[in-house]
């Protein structure tokens, strides 16, 4: 029996979202406006559907997740997505520093339940918005640069932690660690990190 070539479409799409959604994209400056090709500002200093102000890097996951989802409640989809790459970012940064297998399904269990809190329009309607800053080459490097201008995170990574006696040690100078989680996560470009 033939499946009919829209229901094929339908599951492939929804298929490669998910991926995508639980897996990253595999750097955006919070002092700096980014505009779309539109020229409607994707994301300005004040982070509009996010209360508070200054660098992120010392808010938590867990926390840039939840306001990631007051941001799709919002519509506010560039602030969305910019919080869903720097807080996936922070726990693929924090999975590679704490370097266990705990750590690293915790990266994917923070997006998941954060995902499941959404229902199927919301969800879909912020996957088209990841998708189309993924695609656009400016608005992803712009992402990129600002990202990684965020700097890394500054908290301890003791949610990544099966006991509060570990010690995370650092393998790469902080710097370089963070921009290459988030070339890594992002997947921002091809070429050799400088």
Not at 45 to 59: A, D, H, Q, T
């Amino acid at each position: 029996m033939k499946m009919p070539n829209g229901k094929l479409l339908y599951i492939k799409s929804s298929l490669a979202a998910g991926v995508i959604l639980l897996g990253g994209c595999h750097s955006f400056s919070p002092d700096k406006r980014l505009t779309a090709s539109h020229q409607q500002e994707v994301i300005g200093p004040e982070y509009r559907c996010v209360s508070g102000e200054g660098k992120l890097n010392n808010v938590l996951p867990a926390t840039l997740y939840k306001n990631m989802n007051a941001c799709i409640a919002r519509e506010s989809w560039s602030d969305a997505v910019y919080l869903y790459a720097l807080a996936g970012s922070s726990t693929w940064y924090d999975a590679i520093q704490v370097n266990t297998q705990f750590a690293r399904s915790m990266h994917s269990r923070l997006l998941k339940e954060t995902m499941d809190a959404l229902d199927n329009t919301q969800r879909n309607n912020f996957w088209r918005h990841i998708q189309v800053t993924m695609s656009d080459v400016t608005q992803k490097t712009t992402l990129c640069e600002a990202l990684i201008a965020s700097g890394a995170p500054t908290y301890r990574p003791d949610y990544m932690l099966l006991s509060a006696s570990m010690n995370v040690e650092r393998k790469l100078p902080i710097a370089m660690g963070w921009k290459k989680a988030v070339y890594s996560y992002v997947g921002c470009g091809n070429e050799k990190l400088p």
